[in-house]
């Protein structure tokens, strides 16, 4: 049986600043010299889960897209990552996305 993943992560923080902004998102945030998000997918790549939503909470569509253009480059051919926009609000970030991931998943049962 083939699983997908939903990943959720986040967009900028107004906590984080300076180190995050709309350039360099927090997904994007170099830790031992390498995005965070690189450490997710790796271990999901590792577990052999490779279809993948990245669900980004952001108002700027244009983090999204910085987002999955490094995606794209890293993963392009060894995992299905689809990058998806979140805008709905903060306070229902959990709740909305499941909402969202909904319509992308190909099982109607996520765990």
């Known amino acids: 049986m083939d699983f997908q993943v939903v990943v959720l992560a986040g967009g900028t923080s107004r906590d984080l600043a300076p180190l995050v902004s709309r350039e360099l998102p927090k997904a994007l945030l170099p830790v031992a010299e390498r995005p965070v998000l690189s450490y997710v997918l790796d271990l999901l790549e590792d577990s052999n889960l490779k279809d993948i939503i990245v669900v ?56």
């Open 56 to 111: 980004v909470e952001e108002e700027d569509p244009e983090v999204t897209t910085r987002i999955g253009s490094w995606v794209s480059s890293a993963y392009a051919d060894r995992l299905n990552v689809e990058v998806l926009l979140d805008c709905f609000d903060e306070q229902n970030f959990i709740e909305n996305d499941i909402l969202i991931f909904q319509l992308f998943l190909h099982d109607t049962w996520p765990v």
